[in-house]
């Protein structure tokens, strides 16, 4: 039997295979590398594509931002130059800070950075509407660990104006009860939205959707009521929305305005009794306080506004029927016309002195100015007869007396809208409201403190004051159609009956901005 023998390998073919292996191993490293280059590269890519999001999404706050300013004309922490204002803003855990003050910016992860940059051309309106440029810029290291290598990533949103910086009404009358609190030295007492004892607080809409105009009824009332004061500071002593026992379908809400400091945290700005309450449509069973229903930060608000100078109207000659001696509102008369294509507007300088049985009939859409008090008592009063009735009164200087009869809309669904008492400049005065007549309208008055002091008052519309106070048992119905002004641009129109709202005429509303663009750069 034959034995056979190995061959060994020749050397050349051993070098060969290690060769081979060689070039395999190179080829695995170069494919790995790639690979690692590629993962690198998407993982940039990705993290840009959601620093883009992030940075539109933040150049949108920050033009929200610009518009809180515009609306409340609140400049506090802005840079202003002439006509601009600008403001560098980070993103925290609480929202927009101050970049000057070094906050903790928010966790974006990747070792990102951002910041906003808010311009505002023309804020103070010295040469026509404002616009607004926001542009948030993110931060993103570079991959690859290349040491002091960026990407920036902007995000920018432009405001352009419309023609006329205010080419649109505003919903002033936000809230049923809002105590602005702009007293020289603030106080619990001076700043507060405070019910004494019991009362019922809820809302309804006069003018829905369909057209058909609505009256109150309690069957239907809705929760939308809002009791506001604008200030809470640890330096003041006591709640400043006091509720006592009222029972408020609706919102609490508090926030720190006068001090321009941070929104409170806490609720030590509400306090209410044993039978006080703040409900809403899902309030469960036995809950008299809604934690859901206390609001600690500012929204809603309450905009503050300021009224077009009333001198630079044409006024109507006073009907001598109504003034005994030229200048005071103290006769018996008759207002305004059914056909009127316009407001008329009437200037008593002597105020409104409407005593024993005197009757002041308004038919049409009318606007009072006064320089002195108004004061109601007995049985007089200002009556509208007709759907095309509206009464604005500006209380330019003097006192507020609300007593007698007061002003009665005699109309079968009354509009709290088509009612307005209202002034952004007399800061010395006061309001006293003794009527126990149902009052249908407004009030603006957030320089004045206002009290109620009748048995069981009961308001339909909503009051703003410096502080705003009912003694005894009350019963307030906000109407939600206080909330949707008309444009200015609609033309008054006698026939059209739910149309008119002297609520909303004269006063210089929030800016509307047409032409919001974004762009990613």
Not at 214 to 235: E, I, K, M, R
Not at 348 to 358: E, H, N, P, V
Not at 502 to 513: E, K, Q, R, V, Y
């Amino acid at each position: 039997m034959k034995r056979g023998f190995k061959q060994p390998i020749p050397r050349g073919e051993r070098g060969a295979a290690m060769l081979a292996a060689l070039c395999l191993a190179m080829v695995f490293a170069l494919s790995l590398s790639s690979y690692i280059a590629l993962c690198y590269t998407s993982l940039s890519m990705s993290t840009r594509a959601i620093e883009v999001a992030h940075s539109t999404e933040l150049a949108e706050t920050g033009a929200e931002q610009a518009l809180y300013a515009l609306n409340n004309n609140d400049w506090t922490g802005w840079s202003i130059s002439g006509s601009t204002a600008t403001e560098t803003m980070t993103m925290t855990s609480g929202g927009l800070a101050l970049s000057s003050t070094s906050p903790t910016s928010l966790n974006y992860g990747n070792n990102v950075t951002e910041q906003v940059v808010i311009t505002v051309n023309n804020y103070n309106l010295s040469s026509g509407a404002p616009s607004v440029s926001s542009v948030a810029t993110f931060t993103m290291p570079k991959y690859g660990g290349i040491s002091g290598s960026s990407i920036p990533i902007t995000g920018t949103i432009m405001l352009s104006p419309l023609t006329g910086a205010t080419s649109a009404l505003g919903p002033v009358f936000v809230n049923a009860v809002a105590a602005t609190a702009t007293a020289t030295s603030p106080t619990a007492a001076n700043s507060s939205a405070r019910f004494k004892t019991t009362g019922l607080v809820d809302s309804y809409n006069s003018n829905p959707s369909t057209g058909t105009l609505s009256p109150y009824l309690s069957t239907s009332a809705g929760y939308s009521a809002v009791v506001l004061s604008l200030l809470n500071n640890s330096a003041i002593s006591g709640a400043t929305v006091r509720l006592g026992n009222t029972v408020v379908h609706g919102y609490a809400a508090g926030y720190d305005a006068y001090y321009a400091s941070s929104d409170p945290t806490s609720t030590n700005w509400l306090s209410y009794s044993s039978n006080g309450a703040l409900l809403g449509p899902n309030t469960a069973s036995g809950t008299t306080i809604d934690s859901s229903r206390i609001l600690t930060l500012p929204n809603p608000y309450q905009p503050v506004v300021s009224e077009n100078n009333p001198s630079n109207f044409n006024y109507s000659t006073i009907p001598s029927a109504s003034s005994s001696d030229g200048y005071t509102l103290n006769q018996t008369c008759t207002l305004g016309s059914t056909t009127a294509t316009a407001p008329v507007y009437y200037d008593y300088s002597g105020g409104i002195s409407l005593t024993a049985s005197q009757i002041v009939t308004i038919q049409g859409p009318v606007v009072i100015v006064c320089y002195s008090d108004i004061t109601f008592s007995q049985a007089a009063r200002i009556q509208l007869t007709t759907p095309q009735a509206s009464l604005q009164i500006f209380l330019e200087y003097g006192n507020l007396s609300l007593g007698g009869t007061s002003i009665v809309n005699m109309n079968a669904t009354p509009l709290p809208k088509k009612v307005s008492i209202l002034d952004t400049t007399n800061n010395w005065a006061s309001a006293t409201i003794t009527t126990t007549q149902p009052y249908y309208g407004v009030m603006y008055l957030p320089y004045m403190p206002i009290t109620f002091t009748s048995l069981a008052p009961t308001i339909y519309g909503s009051i703003v004051g410096q502080s705003v106070i009912f003694d005894y048992y009350t019963s307030f119905h906000y109407d939600r159609a206080l909330r949707s002004p008309l444009s200015v641009t609609t033309p008054f129109s006698s026939t059209a009956l739910a149309q008119y709202g002297a609520a909303f005429d004269n006063l210089s509303a929030p800016f509307t901005f047409g032409g919001l663009t974004a762009s990613v750069q």
